[in-house]
């Protein structure tokens, strides 16, 4: 009789899981490269402690999480080329967020939904171009980028008053998500995780339901330096550099590999992993 129940147990913990995992769609990842900054940056420049003379290619990327069901996530969305605060960095090259898209035949009304991993202007500049996406973004991010930031003193840097307008647009039309804190489920298979305090509250994306399981870690890691000797950003770049090395320990624990743990600027990883044209890759 006790073995009888155990089985109908076992067969029924199994039909769950399964069906679990039936709903889990299954992703493609890919890094989507629209700008390069034409400036010599080395890796001290991004990391405390890095090399004078790794050379970097500082490359801006939005990030497409392509659903087997249709839905296409992006990770970001880039800026405009009119922004300011491009010409620090003296580009080299430069294609329009939703047109690097269309590369992969993805047009921008395909866009279903985009996670913001934080609201620096070359990250979120180019929300307008996706007319039908469903934003995700923390709460206390958004609090702090739309409130507390513009009062004095000041704590704007990196941050874009047009953008701020932007995202309120975006809130008043329902079209954006606040999410509350840490290790949260959005869409099936992807969760997103804060404590590395780029910004007042940004996270990080991790898709599970793989066979690599990836973290899209955004400026949450800016380059690879940061995850490879566990370094720090330079100043201004985090809020907090010991939440900032915590986080990226805790990044290694969810991944089978640091390459699997995608930084926000390295164009390492355009050498990294399988061209599938026009400097795409897939991270897989």
């Not at 967020?97 to 921008?108: E, F, T």
């Not at 320990?249 to 990294?272: A, E, N």
Request: net charge positive; charged share 20%; glycine share 8%.
């Amino acid at each position: 009789m006790l073995y009888r129940i155990s089985l109908l147990i076992t067969v029924f913990l199994f039909v769950i899981h399964t069906d679990v995992d039936a709903q889990t769609p299954a992703y493609k990842i890919y890094a989507v490269p629209f700008a390069h900054s034409g400036y010599p940056f080395t890796a001290a420049d991004w990391a405390q402690g890095g090399s004078k003379t790794e050379q970097l290619d500082i490359t801006f990327s939005i990030w497409l999480i392509k659903s087997s069901t249709g839905r296409c996530i992006l990770v970001d969305a880039g800026f405009e080329r009119d922004i300011e605060d491009a010409k620090e960095f003296q580009l080299s090259s430069y294609i329009r967020p939703d047109s690097a898209l269309r590369q992969l035949g993805v047009k921008p009304e395909d866009v279903t939904d985009v996670i913001i991993s934080h609201p620096h202007w070359d990250h979120i500049d180019g929300v307008n171009h996706f007319p039908k996406a469903q934003f995700w973004m923390q709460k206390e991010d958004f609090d702090y980028f739309v409130g507390r930031a513009w009062q004095q003193p000041k704590d704007t840097g990196g941050f874009a008053k047009r953008d701020v307008r932007k995202l309120t647009e975006l809130n008043l039309a329902g079209r954006l998500k606040l999410i509350s804190g840490d290790n949260q489920q959005i869409l099936p298979g992807i969760k997103v995780f804060t404590g590395s305090k780029h910004t007042y509250g940004s996270q990080y994306v991790l898709v599970d339901k793989i066979k690599q399981p990836t973290i899209i870690a955004s400026d949450n890691v800016w380059i690879e330096a940061n995850i490879r000797q566990l370094l720090p950003p330079v100043k201004g770049g985090t809020l907090s550099p010991a939440g900032y090395i915590a986080a990226m320990k805790r990044m290694k624990t969810m991944v089978k590999q640091s390459k699997y743990i995608i930084p926000g600027h390295d164009g390492v990883v355009y050498k990294r992993f399988p061209a599938v044209g026009n400097g795409i890759v897939q991270i897989k």
